[in-house]
């Protein structure tokens, strides 16, 4: 057990791109815990998904150990991700920490999550000591960028430290900082045992492997515990460090952070934020836990092949353990059978489980439109949440209809400002305030509703800003709106699986907007299939599919025209009972046909 006065725990944070990762590989390497030849670009990023798209997804824990004047200190660091959507866990990798580095681009300077997650980290009562990286770069504006974190942010910057990720330059610096600046974890090793579950994952031969950060106690290899949130009891098998891969060893004391394995094969009885204790000893309270994640993006994913639902099943419960804001629960469509209605934190959280379940997993889903959880006060007095637009009641039983609202906080060049309050009147933004960060940047803030946010404003506003521009939301509750269910009908069928709920003054351009996108994506027929957009039972908007036409006549040549009419009228009356009995078939393409009526005409 290693004396927790020389224990430092801390995170990276940082915008997305700010070089995390990178600077997270060089810890690594300079402290000995891999070697030149093991090192890649990387390294803590080993899921598929991540090294695919560059972007961290999952929080990952490393111990290293560094000698300081002698003196041998074991730091606990865990990278984080930098996007909006995987916030979540950034709040539990800083809840397992004393300490944050915020990483700071050189010459981007302050972004939208570079805010979110300091402020996150401050709320934390972490000590963050401001890096900036990339100091190597040609161009960099360091004292605009100092001056951008004491304004913004509000961290005294006289001690900021400036390192390169990239060449390894400063690296001892950021050591030293961490080792004189990170207070040392508190706990006693005598106390009952107190850890906290802050992750994670499924293995298909070891079972559960739970990733801990011990506060009070001890933990050792053959010790029978207890998780106090699922009630169950267990030996510990193994016990281990991620160094950065797994490391046996025969315990852990206060400060420490590390996994054990116990052979729970049931994935249900393993809670992130969950408290581990003795089973003999047991502490008298578990610890806080985290906040439980508010899903606010749903959709339907459906197997392409029926046999495969409960392999499905399976896999998002995988995958719910290891992501403990992800949730699903089981549902029927008229149009695509059995499947699940899943909630997820937002678009990017929905895209990288979709490729982890088609990559890792092997399975091909049909994938509905996303849409957002919305609230509904009925006529009864009874305040109802809606994440699905089947679930939306006759208009006659609706009071109010609620949507979700975001604060929204842009970072964008100076000369953009018009162009994204445009954007922001356009989508039902209220304005809030404007902050200038310098001569060429500000800080725009928004009141939007989330739904006008999620599917594509992060995609219009890099590109009207050049790439430049960051945002960061966080909802903020739930308004009175006038919104509406607008039903997709094709050859006079609902299709639930295509309903949406859009506002009442876009209603009819959205309607209009769908249809013609539905016409492209469904491929002909040997009939005519005409396709309508509705509210209630009003007809909005209608385009036809017009049936694959072969020239009967063609072999018909000189003769009698009656002839002709006559084999005409033979195919049309072919037709005809075609259309009775015919169905038409929807690709996965026609599903997220939905999303591109979000786009501004």
């Known amino acids: 057990m290693f004396d927790q006065r020389y224990i430092r725990n801390f995170s990276i944070i940082a915008h997305i791109d700010h070089g995390k990762s990178t600077l997270a590989d060089q810890l690594l390497l300079k402290s000995g815990a891999i070697t030149l030849r093991e090192f890649r670009e990387q390294i803590l990023d080993d899921l598929a998904v991540e090294r695919e798209r560059g972007i961290t997804v999952k929080a990952r824990a490393v111990a290293i150990n560094y000698t300081l004047e002698g003196q041998e200190y074991e730091l606990n660091l865990i990278d984080t991700p930098g996007h909006v959507d995987f916030h979540y866990e950034v709040s539990r990798s800083l809840a397992a920490c004393e300490g944050a580095l915020l990483l700071v681009d050189a010459f981007q300077g302050v972004q939208a999550q570079t805010v979110a997650n300091a402020y996150a980290a401050i709320a934390g009562n972490l000590e963050v000591i401001p890096v900036l990286n990339k100091i190597d770069l040609p161009i960099i504006r360091v004292d605009e960028v100092l001056e951008e974190i004491e304004t913004v942010v509000g961290l005294d910057t006289t001690d900021c430290l400036r390192v390169s990720g990239k060449s390894g330059l400063g690296i001892e610096d950021v050591f030293k900082a961490i080792i004189a600046r990170?207070?040392?974890?508190?706990?006693?090793?005598?106390?009952?045992?107190?850890?906290?579950?802050?992750?994670?994952?499924?293995?298909?031969?070891?079972?559960?492997?739970?990733?801990?950060?011990?506060?009070?106690?001890?933990?050792?290899?053959?010790?029978?515990?207890?998780?106090?949130?699922?009630?169950?009891?267990?030996?510990?098998?193994?016990?281990?460090?991620?160094?950065?891969?797994?490391?046996?060893?025969?315990?852990?004391?206060?400060?420490?952070?590390?996994?054990?394995?116990?052979?729970?094969?049931?994935?249900?009885?393993?809670?992130?934020?969950?408290?581990?204790?003795?089973?003999?000893?047991?502490?008298?309270?578990?610890?806080?836990?985290?906040?439980?994640?508010?899903?606010?993006?749903?959709?339907?994913?459906?197997?392409?092949?029926?046999?495969?639902?409960?392999?499905?099943?399976?896999?998002?419960?995988?995958?719910?353990?290891?992501?403990?804001?992800?949730?699903?629960?089981?549902?029927?469509?008229?149009?695509?059978?059995?499947?699940?209605?899943?909630?997820?934190?937002?678009?990017?959280?929905?895209?990288?489980?979709?490729?982890?379940?088609?990559?890792?997993?092997?399975?091909?889903?049909?994938?509905?439109?996303?849409?957002?959880?919305?609230?509904?006060?009925?006529?009864?007095?009874?305040?109802?949440?809606?994440?699905?637009?089947?679930?939306?009641?006759?208009?006659?039983?609706?009071?109010?209809?609620?949507?979700?609202?975001?604060?929204?906080?842009?970072?964008?060049?100076?000369?953009?400002?018009?162009?994204?309050?445009?954007?922001?009147?356009?989508?039902?933004?209220?304005?809030?305030?404007?902050?200038?960060?310098?001569?060429?940047?500000?800080?725009?803030?928004?009141?939007?509703?989330?739904?006008?946010?999620?599917?594509?404003?992060?995609?219009?506003?890099?590109?009207?800003?050049?790439?430049?521009?960051?945002?960061?939301?966080?909802?903020?509750?739930?308004?009175?709106?006038?919104?509406?269910?607008?039903?997709?009908?094709?050859?006079?069928?609902?299709?639930?699986?295509?309903?949406?709920?859009?506002?009442?003054?876009?209603?009819?351009?959205?309607?209009?907007?769908?249809?013609?996108?539905l016409k492209e994506q469904i491929s002909r027929h040997q009939f005519e299939i005409p396709i309508q957009a509705a509210l209630n039972s009003r007809i909005i908007a209608r385009e036809t599919i017009s049936a694959v036409r072969k020239d009967v006549t063609a072999k018909c040549y000189g003769g009698d025209i009656s002839r002709k009419r006559k084999l005409l009228e033979k195919q049309k009356d072919g037709k005809k009972r075609m259309k009775q009995f015919g169905s038409v078939e929807i690709p996965q393409k026609a599903f997220l046909a939905v999303l591109d009526t979000g786009g501004d005409e």
């Open 182 to 517: 990170v207070p040392a974890p508190k706990g006693k090793p005598d106390d009952p045992l107190r850890a906290l579950v802050f992750d994670s994952k499924y293995d298909h031969y070891r079972g559960v492997i739970t990733y801990v950060r011990v506060k009070e106690g001890t933990v050792r290899k053959g010790q029978k515990v207890y998780f106090m949130k699922a009630g169950t009891a267990h030996e510990i098998l193994e016990l281990g460090q991620f160094r950065p891969e797994m490391v046996p060893c025969d315990n852990l004391g206060p400060g420490q952070v590390g996994y054990i394995i116990s052979g729970i094969k049931v994935l249900g009885n393993v809670h992130v934020g969950d408290t581990v204790t003795d089973f003999h000893n047991r502490a008298p309270s578990p610890l806080p836990g985290y906040d439980v994640p508010q899903q606010m993006v749903f959709c339907g994913m459906y197997p392409l092949d029926a046999t495969d639902f409960e392999n499905l099943r399976e896999e998002l419960q995988r995958m719910s353990l290891n992501d403990a804001s992800f949730s699903f629960e089981p549902d029927t469509s008229e149009a695509l059978g059995f499947g699940f209605r899943c909630g997820f934190l937002g678009m990017l959280h929905m895209e990288i489980l979709q490729q982890r379940l088609e990559q890792e997993a092997n399975v091909d889903l049909i994938q509905t439109a996303p849409n957002v959880t919305y609230e509904l006060l009925k006529n009864t007095g009874e305040v109802v949440r809606i994440d699905s637009p089947q679930d939306v009641p006759d208009t006659g039983q609706i009071d109010e209809f609620r949507e979700p609202i975001a604060k929204v906080n842009f970072i964008l060049p100076t000369d953009r400002i018009g162009a994204i309050m445009q954007l922001s009147a356009d989508r039902r933004g209220i304005y809030k305030t404007t902050d200038y960060l310098g001569p060429n940047r500000a800080q725009l803030v928004y009141e939007l509703p989330l739904a006008e946010i999620v599917f594509d404003m992060y995609d219009k506003l890099k590109s009207i800003t050049a790439g430049y521009g960051t945002m960061d939301y966080e909802v903020i509750g739930f308004r009175t709106a006038d919104l509406v269910k607008m039903d997709v009908l094709v050859k006079g069928e609902k299709v639930d699986a295509l309903a949406c709920i859009v506002h009442r003054s876009q209603a009819e351009r959205r309607g209009r907007q769908l249809c013609k996108k």
